[in-house]
């Protein structure tokens, strides 16, 4: 049975990251693989032409390879953290159907998916929960889904691609209420500067005929931006693309690379770690 996407819904906005990871896995082998992503496009009826017609554009590939690298940067956090907290919750901020938690399973941790009820409704159909793991609809910025989180041996969350549709207001209420909820905890993100951040929303913030493109999240020095929100935040960060991984693979141009090393540095893409301190 294929589960049908229509047009122009919030479901939709589902297809181009999971088709991202898809390609991902074709183009870069060595350094990514999301078998998941691949199986779940051959499970959905969605007029999947026009991804494939701009998966030969030389930007759309080297978007691919920064889908890659955020994911295994996201990925090596958790498994770091679930290494001193085997029995922790791994809890997927705004999860779509990427399907990370369950690829860092030690088969000892808890495992949550979070994101809005007409998404986990569609996960629901084609990622069900498996052992230890739950799908939770819910809305982020809301934190009664805190209490939904069995934190007793520690907490890891990650976001992939979500906190650039955050006001950067909501992004900190949403840290501090963390920092509360979730002592020892870590959190784990992809965060860019004002440039980047403008040149990622100018499609939806045009749809959505937002001005103020200032409001937004984005981040340059985020040790110095962010970690003056909270005394019991331990903030680091590293390049996405190249902080984790040379990129020194035969799948990988010099152009590539170049273009990495301008992200990291010009952009500011990186990958930021918030650790939660005691309670005051």
Not at 59 to 77: H, K, P, S, T, Y
Not at 113 to 138: K, S, T, W
Not at 173 to 187: D, E, I, K, R, Y
Not at 260 to 275: E, F, P, R
Request: hydrophobic fraction near 40%.
């Amino acid at each position: 049975m294929k589960y049908r996407i229509e047009k122009n819904t919030v479901q939709e906005t589902l297809i181009l990251p999971l088709y991202s990871r898809k390609l991902c896995t074709e183009l870069y082998p060595n350094l990514y693989r999301d078998e998941t992503a691949v199986r779940l496009i051959d499970q959905i009826d969605y007029d999947f032409s026009e991804a494939e017609k701009n998966a030969r554009s030389l930007m759309q590939r080297f978007g691919a390879l920064e889908v890659a690298m955020r994911q295994n940067d996201l990925a090596f956090e958790v498994q770091a953290y679930l290494k001193t907290h085997p029995s922790a919750a791994v809890v997927n901020l705004g999860c779509g159907l990427d399907n990370t938690g369950k690829a860092c399973d030690n088969g000892r941790c808890k495992i949550y998916n979070l994101d809005f009820p007409d998404v986990i409704a569609l996960r629901q159909q084609l990622l069900p929960a498996g052992e230890r793991e739950q799908n939770i609809p819910c809305d982020l910025k809301d934190p009664a889904w805190f209490d939904k989180i069995d934190a007793s041996g520690g907490a890891v969350f990650f976001a992939s691609g979500v906190f650039y549709y955050f006001l950067t207001e909501q992004v900190r209420a949403l840290v501090q209420g963390m920092a509360n909820a979730f002592p020892g905890g870590v959190l784990v993100f992809d965060a860019a500067n004002r440039t980047a951040v403008k040149m990622i929303a100018k499609t939806w913030l045009r749809t959505a005929k937002i001005k103020d493109v200032g409001a937004y999240f984005a981040v340059s020095d985020a040790e110095g931006e962010l970690s003056p929100w909270d005394s019991r935040l331990q903030v680091s960060s590293r390049g996405y693309m190249l902080g984790y991984n040379d990129l020194k693979d035969p799948s990988v141009s010099g152009f590539f690379r170049f273009l990495a090393k301008v992200g990291d540095n010009g952009m500011k893409m990186q990958i930021v770690k918030i650790g939660f301190g005691d309670k005051l």
